[in-house]
T-cell receptor, first 111, second 114 residues
Framework: GENVEQHPSTLSVQEGDSAVIKCTYS??????FPWYKQELGKRPQLIID?????GEKKDQRIAVTLNKTAKHFSLHITETQPEDSAVYFC??????????FGAGTTVTVRA | IAGITQAPTSQILAAGRRMTLRCTQD?????MYWYRQDLGLGLRLIHY???????GKGEVPDGYSVSRANTDDFPLTLASAVPSQTSVYFC?????????????FGSGTRLTVV
């Protein structure tokens, strides 16, 4: 099955700086890569996703990049704000359409 | 009901007891999933259902069972709870289990087995 590794496990950034979270996956057939944000005590919510036929996707302050050759994808948050503090999960799905999740990154934005 | 609902919100359960976690969605999504969330391990798939009447095993199915009698409901049963099943359980749904769409998650059930 798919194995997704996520780094770093924790990330502390100054407000206004950028945050980058990286994930690698094992199955070269994987073709869908969503990112979820989970605030404390809340449910995970989809914030952005990318498919294997696209190299980069942006939505306001967040962007995701995909390198299929190296089998890694990254989440970039620019101009971080306190409300960006949360746990972020990457995920990947292969031909069985089931999502495999990374272990999560706890992001803390310092005011 | 708007979206996907889980019940109960939290539960303390004696080891050896039977427990059913409820999950209901009103979005007419075909696929539904149960994940458990543990610190440092992320979200791990327990069981899934691509459509009503079918179920399948995920990464960590032992000690759990599911049923999918209709499109809306996907209950998760612990036949005889053990402390290692202490976790936060999330139900999720997806428009079509045979294609790649984002999941919609329920609000979770925090289960403590003592």
């Amino acid at each position: 099955g798919e194995n997704v590794e996520q780094h770093p496990s924790t990330l502390s950034v100054q407000e206004g700086d950028s945050a980058v979270i990286k994930c690698t996956y094992s199955d070269s057939a994987s073709n869908y890569f969503p990112w979820y944000k989970q605030e404390l005590g809340k449910r995970p919510q989809l914030i952005i996703d990318i498919r294997s036929n696209v190299g980069e996707k942006k939505d306001q302050r967040i962007a995701v990049t995909l390198n299929k050759t190296a089998k890694h994808f990254s989440l970039h948050i620019t101009e971080t704000q306190p409300e960006d503090s949360a746990v972020y999960f990457c995920a990947a799905t292969s031909n069985d359409y089931k999502l495999s999740f990374g272990a999560g990154t706890t992001v803390t934005v310092r005011a | 009901i708007a979206g996907i609902t889980q019940a109960p919100t939290s539960q303390i359960l004696a080891a050896g007891r039977r427990m059913t976690l409820r999950c209901t969605q009103d979005m007419r999504h075909n696929a539904m999933y149960w994940y458990r969330q543990d610190l440092g391990l992320g979200l791990r798939l327990i069981h899934y259902s691509n459509t009503a009447g079918t179920t399948g095993k995920g990464e960590v199915p032992d000690g759990y069972s599911v049923s999918r009698a209709n499109t809306d409901d996907f209950p998760l049963t612990l036949a005889s709870a053990v402390p290692s099943q202490t976790s936060v359980y999330f139900c999720a749904s997806q428009k079509d289990g045979g294609a790649n769409y984002g999941y919609t998650f329920g609000s979770g059930t925090r289960l403590t087995v003592v």
